[in-house]
Nanobody
Framework: QVQLVESGGGLVQPGGSLRLSCAAS????????MGWYRQAPGKQRELVAH???????IYADSVKGRFTLSRDYAKNTLYLQMNGLKPEDTAVYYC??????????WGQGTQVTVSS
């Protein structure tokens, strides 16, 4: 079992920045996949960005150029730096870790609200 603890969400004005953190209870070195998803009210959960085995990082088109994924192996933590936030980025953001194609774990979610 892997525990994921997210933090860093909050209320920010349009154009502002936030950094989300996802701390894992195990090493994330060489992990199969790890990333962030989000779910806005009334919408399906969607991929924001994730790192797949081999180190390739994939971003949703809607966040390319604004969001950046990074890792700290010493802290077993994945970060999502979000710049240029827009109201449409408002959602609950979830961290997801996959140890294989069949085994995944989710965090509890952190609310991001972009509003003036």
């Amino acid at each position: 079992q892997v525990q994921l603890v997210e933090s860093g969400g909050g209320l920010v004005q349009p154009g502002g920045s936030l950094r989300l953190s996802c701390a894992a209870s195990r090493s994330i070195f060489g992990i199969y996949t790890m990333g962030w998803y989000r779910q806005a009210p009334g919408k399906q959960r969607e991929l924001v960005a994730h790192i797949i085995s081999g180190g390739t990082t994939i971003y949703a088109d809607s966040v390319k150029g604004r969001f950046t994924l990074s890792r700290d192996y010493a802290k077993n933590t994945l970060y999502l730096q979000m710049n240029g936030l827009k109201p449409e980025d408002t959602a609950v953001y979830y961290c997801r870790l996959g140890t294989s194609a069949a085994t995944t774990y989710w965090g509890q979610g952190t609310q991001v609200t972009v509003s003036s």
